[in-house]
């Protein structure tokens, strides 16, 4: 579904400031796969995604979405492939426009547009039923600005415009970590509703070692713009914060007597 191969990003380079941000990074994501990425500030999660995105081109390797070679499309080319969502609930909607509105340029995304504009009554009856999915009432407010929401509605209303069209892969950017707890709670448990019963193929990353652990199908870890472990299956669903602290904390010190000079 998803085909990674030796990818490689770096900012400024042949500078004083030049970063490595992704380092030789190869992964296959399969089609319905659930994936959960972790690791610190500047491991290079963000770029990853924006790599798949298209927001930035490789330096060098390859990506594939689809079956289709896609490393040097432009991101809105890439539109039809992809759902993203920002860590910032203002990112995903437009504030001026209605709820109804909002929804109806998401179903559009990737497809080609006429010259007309509105929505139908058969569109507007099926926007009721998908909203009533998110529990907030939003059903009955699709004349409603977007601008009059809070940010925990305009995030679920986010997830359901960019899972709408069932996108062939879907992009989640730390998407709860500007909420409250509760909000964030009930944002990630509607995501895992959403990607189990349409069976996406999604790629979440998150700070939150419990929501790592606890959601997907398969754990990465990153570090450096290097995969460090790759998790799923049994040994997922059996690992704990405090596994996953240890052995990157062991994974770091053996980088560093790696990196110590030999003393005779």
């Known amino acids: 579904m998803v085909i990674i191969e030796n990818l490689i990003k770096i900012f400024n380079r042949h500078t004083i400031d030049e970063k490595v941000a992704i380092d030789g990074i190869g992964l296959e994501v399969v089609k319905g796969e659930f994936i959960t990425v972790i690791g610190s500030n500047g491991a290079g999660k963000t770029t990853l995604l924006n790599l798949i995105a298209g927001t930035y ?16 499309l432009p991101e809105y080319q890439r539109a039809k492939y992809l759902g993203r969502i920002f860590q910032n609930p203002l990112m995903g909607t437009a504030s001026s426009m209605t709820i109804e509105e909002n929804l109806a340029m998401a179903e559009l995304r990737g497809k080609s547009r006429g010259l007309s504009w509105g929505v139908t009554k058969r569109q507007r009856d099926r926007y009721k039923e998908f909203l009533k999915i998110l529990g907030l009432g939003l059903e009955d407010r699709l004349s409603d600005r977007v601008s009059l929401l809070s940010g925990g509605q305009r995030q679920c209303l986010t997830l359901l415009m960019a ?102």
């Open 57 to 72: 081109l490789p330096d060098e390797g390859k990506v594939f979405i689809d079956g289709r070679e896609v490393t040097l």
């Open 163 to 264: 899972t709408l069209s069932l996108p062939k892969l879907l992009l989640l950017d730390e998407h709860t970590a500007s909420l409250d707890p509760k909000t964030a709670e009930k944002v990630i448990d509607l995501t895992d509703r959403i990607v189990r019963e349409n069976e996406l193929t999604t790629i979440m990353i998150t700070h939150n070692m419990n929501q790592a652990i606890n959601f997907g199908d398969r754990m990465i870890m990153l570090h450096e713009g290097k995969i460090q472990f790759d998790i799923k299956g049994q040994e997922k669903r059996h690992l704990t914060v405090e596994e996953v602290v240890k052995r990157f904390g062991e994974k770091l010190e053996d980088e560093t007597l790696l990196c110590k000079p030999v003393v005779e």
